[in-house]
Nanobody
């Protein structure tokens, strides 16, 4: 039902902040039926959950990334965004947003967007 699409720059310089936006259609980010997440996959590695924003705007982050990660939302645009500060080349990855419909445990994925951290 819901569709998600990531957008943002594909190249970020070291020490800068990586910012990506997930645009949602087919479901409201303010409904409690879903959770809204950011996940990334570095080259040759597995998926890494980064954080979540809930219907009421509350957030929770992976402990390993908490100090550098912020998730925000714009309810008027039905969007939520990822902000990862002080990036290094190890932050190079494909970044995904997804949504989980709680009562069915159905996961809806964006297509992913490649972000490279390089000078």
């Amino acid at each position: 039902q819901v569709q998600l699409q990531e957008s943002g720059p594909g190249l970020v310089k070291p020490s800068q902040t990586l910012s990506l936006t997930c645009t949602v259609s087919g479901g409201s980010i303010t409904t409690s039926y879903y959770t809204w997440n950011w996940i990334r996959q570095p080259p040759g590695k597995g998926l890494e959950w980064m954080g979540v924003i809930h219907y009421d705007g509350s957030t929770y982050y992976s402990p390993s990334l908490k100090s550098r990660t912020s998730i925000s939302r714009d309810t008027s645009k039905n969007q939520f965004s990822l902000h990862l500060s002080s990036v290094t080349p190890e932050d190079t990855a494909v970044y995904y947003c997804n949504a989980i419909r709680i009562i069915t445990n159905t996961v809806y994925w964006g297509q992913g967007t490649q972000v490279t951290v390089s000078s």
